[in-house]
């Protein structure tokens, strides 16, 4: 497989490493010539060590086989998150360090989740692109409000901080982008 198809969630061997890819960042050259770069950022699986390496297009990487099944969050507690198989309801642990960058987004009861699963293994999870959260706190709508497009910060039910359009109020549940971080639409 060729570095230029890495995508996020995907799982490559690095030198014995199981690298899964958080994010790829392309790199377009500055010359004709030049060769487009993909920044893939990533963790190592075994280890939790963040991972960052620039890729040509045309290098290969080898793909480790894993498997996709549907996951919902149990609780969260010292040990980590607790998460379910939905149909084998086999349950599986993750420490908080190994779900980081998904942490804002994750409360009890959510489902969506894909969990990447090696050797009866959980490595890591994949969520959905876009989850509905409810906002805890903002501060008030002005009344004068205008009809250009403000925006206002406000604290979601997972304690995810986004920007909001002003007519919303704490209680109202919207969509969020779990990739940008940001405001969809009211759900």
Same mark, same amino acid.
């Given at each position: 497989?060729?570095?230029n198809?890495?995508?996020?969630?995907?799982?490559?061997?690095?030198?014995?490493?199981?690298?899964?890819?958080?994010?790829?960042?392309?790199?377009?050259? %500055?010359?004709?010539?030049?060769?487009t770069?993909?920044?893939?950022?990533?963790? $190592?699986?075994a280890?939790?060590?963040?991972?960052?390496?620039?890729?040509?297009?045309?290098?290969?990487?080898?793909?480790? $086989?894993?498997?996709?099944?549907?996951?919902?969050? /149990?609780?969260?507690?010292?040990?980590?998150? &607790?998460?379910?198989?939905?149909? =084998?309801?086999?349950?599986?642990?993750?420490?908080?360090?190994?779900?980081? $960058?998904?942490? +804002?987004?994750?409360?009890?009861?959510?489902?969506?989740?894909?969990? /990447?699963?090696?050797?009866?293994? /959980?490595?890591?999870?994949?969520? +959905?692109?876009?989850?509905?959260?409810?906002?805890?706190?903002?501060?008030?709508?002005?009344?004068?409000? %205008? %009809?250009?497009?403000? =925006?206002?910060?406000?604290?979601?039910s997972?304690? /995810?901080?986004?920007?909001? +359009?002003?007519?919303?109020?704490?209680?109202?549940?919207i969509?969020?982008n779990?990739? &940008?971080?940001?405001?969809?639409?009211?759900?």
């Open positions: 497989m060729k570095a198809e890495l995508k996020r969630g995907m799982v490559f061997d690095n030198g014995g490493q199981n690298i899964v890819v958080k994010h790829v960042q392309v790199q377009a050259p %500055s010359s004709r010539s030049g060769n770069l993909y920044k893939v950022r990533g963790q $190592d699986v280890s939790g060590q963040k991972f960052e390496r620039s890729f040509k297009g045309e290098e290969n990487v080898t793909p480790v $086989d894993i498997a996709r099944r549907a996951v919902q969050l /149990l609780y969260r507690d010292a040990d980590g998150c &607790t998460f379910m198989d939905g149909e =084998t309801y086999e349950q599986y642990t993750l420490s908080e360090e190994a779900v980081a $960058d998904e942490l +804002p987004f994750l409360s009890d009861g959510l489902e969506g989740i894909t969990a /990447l699963i090696t050797d009866a293994r /959980l490595l890591a999870i994949e969520l +959905p692109t876009t989850i509905v959260l409810e906002i805890e706190a903002t501060v008030p709508s002005m009344k004068a409000a %205008s %009809s250009s497009a403000r =925006t206002k910060p406000a604290t979601l997972t304690g /995810l901080v986004v920007q909001v +359009p002003e007519y919303l109020a704490p209680g109202e549940k969509k969020v779990t990739e &940008t971080r940001e405001f969809i639409s009211r759900a």
